[in-house]
């Protein structure tokens, strides 16, 4: 799988292009504002904080995954310290999805995988008026994840705990659509492309969906394949990490992969 991942990133970074090689007026508004910005607020800090504090923690749990594992740890007991090291979104990653709500003003989110609750404060700290539905198969998993909601004075996040299978349908029934959707969880081919599905439904022109570790294996890469060649979906952008689909109808069907100028910068449009 490591071979697989280092295979795929040099692909990936051979095919990226920089924002010197971005055309479309909406492309560029989107590099600028979420990907290549500098702008940083004040929650970044303090969840950041609440981030470094779950790393000290020794406690360990058991926990009940339905998901493909962890790939830096077997068995079911694990300490929070290890979860917070290896298994929480990283501050690049939490800082793209925070400037996604802030900037397109998302009200209505969804996320696949609360983890111990960083990435879903993140979505939830962007805009306080806005809702943040996020689905979590342990129970252990969840109760720590609300702590941390909590110890960040977040109220407009609601945690729900079970097997996607069984809390998806329920959610989305419940919902007339979602401005934003993070599907991070259960990283299966199958079971992405039945989430994606499930969710389409409740998406609109105006939706975004984010999807995690599409360089994960060769069957998430396949599902992001899947993803981006599906009718509705006018533009992706591979961040390699992530991809993020749009569905603006306005737009040309358009996939690309994209890497910040700093990491290639003999890429500049006149000899990219």
């Not at 926990?63 to 300490?79: E, I, M, P, Q, V």
Request: with cysteine; hydrophobic share 40%.
């Amino acid at each position: 799988m490591m071979w697989y991942r280092l295979k795929s990133f040099f692909t990936f970074y051979w095919q990226a292009i920089t924002r010197y090689n971005v055309q479309s007026p909406f492309l560029y508004d989107f590099v600028s504002n979420i990907l290549d910005t500098d702008k940083n607020y004040y929650a970044f800090d303090h969840i950041e904080k609440e981030r470094n504090r779950l790393k000290s923690v020794t406690t360990s749990i058991t926990l009940k995954d339905y998901g493909a594992g962890s790939t830096a740890f077997k068995g079911k007991n694990r300490k929070i310290a290890d979860i917070a090291a290896t298994s929480l979104s990283g501050i690049t990653k939490c800082r793209i999805l925070f400037q996604l709500v802030n900037y397109y003003q998302c009200k209505q989110i969804l996320e696949l995988g609360t983890s111990l609750g960083i990435s879903s404060a993140y979505l939830a700290s962007a805009d306080h008026r806005s809702q943040v539905i996020t689905l979590e198969g342990d129970d252990h998993i969840a109760a720590k994840a609300k702590e941390v909601h909590q110890l960040l004075g977040l109220k407009n996040i609601s945690v729900t705990t079970g097997a996607f299978s069984d809390t998806l349908p329920k959610v989305l029934s419940q919902q007339l659509k979602f401005d934003l959707v993070f599907i991070d969880g259960h990283h299966e081919e199958h079971a992405t492309l039945d989430y994606f599905q499930q969710i389409l439904k409740k998406c609109d022109d105006q939706s975004i969906i984010v999807v995690d570790d599409i360089y994960w294996s060769e069957g998430m890469t396949r599902a992001w394949q899947s993803i981006i060649s599906h009718a509705d979906v006018r533009l992706s952008i591979d961040l390699y990490d992530i991809g993020i689909v749009f569905f603006h109808k306005e737009l040309s069907k358009q996939a690309l992969s994209y890497i910040p100028y700093k990491y290639k910068p003999w890429k500049i449009g006149l000899f990219g």
